[in-house]
């Protein structure tokens, strides 16, 4: 699977542990985020990573910032982008079962880099359940 991946300075370590462990998986990762830890605006790395989807370079993406807030409000501003903040694997999961979220934010500042990988293993793990989720779907 083609993964695009964003984050700001707060997320570098989690960008990089999570890129190791889905190119482990063999998984290809576009890195669209900043490299190191100067303080950069989130919002650049948000709408690459929409961009890549739109443009069907990724089929889902990364988002990582301190709150996970401001990264998932920008990649959400793009009509085809549905953005779930996730802190455990569980809201992960239901993302995707129940919202077919393309994309998934991390709070850098409220995880542990481990909860981290967990999380996104579970999102690109878990198919989305349709039924009477696509109903809703449609609506957003």
């Known amino acids: 699977m083609n993964i695009a991946i964003g984050n700001d300075h707060a997320g570098v370590a989690y960008k990089q542990a999570i890129i190791t462990a889905l190119q482990a998986q063999g998984h290809q990762v576009l890195n669209c985020g900043t490299d190191t830890p100067e303080s950069v605006d989130y919002p650049d790395f948000g709408h690459a990573v929409a961009r890549a989807i739109e443009e069907g370079k990724a089929q ?3 988002v ?8 998932a409000m920008t990649v959400n501003k793009h009509a085809s982008i549905r953005c779930a903040l996730c802190w455990t694997k569980e809201i992960a999961a239901l993302a995707r ?40 779907v449609c609506k957003i």
Do not use: M
């Not at 990582?64 to 990264?71: A, E, F, P, Q």
């Not at 998934?104 to 793990?125: D, G, H, K, M, N």
């Open 60 to 62: 889902v993406g990364i």
């Open 64 to 71: 990582i910032c301190g709150s996970g807030n401001g990264i």
């Open 97 to 136: 079962a129940h919202n077919d979220a393309n994309v998934v934010s991390i709070p850098a500042r409220f995880t542990a880099i481990e909860q981290a990988v967990a999380i996104v293993e579970t999102f690109l793990a878990t198919p989305f359940e349709g039924g009477r989720h696509q109903k809703r």
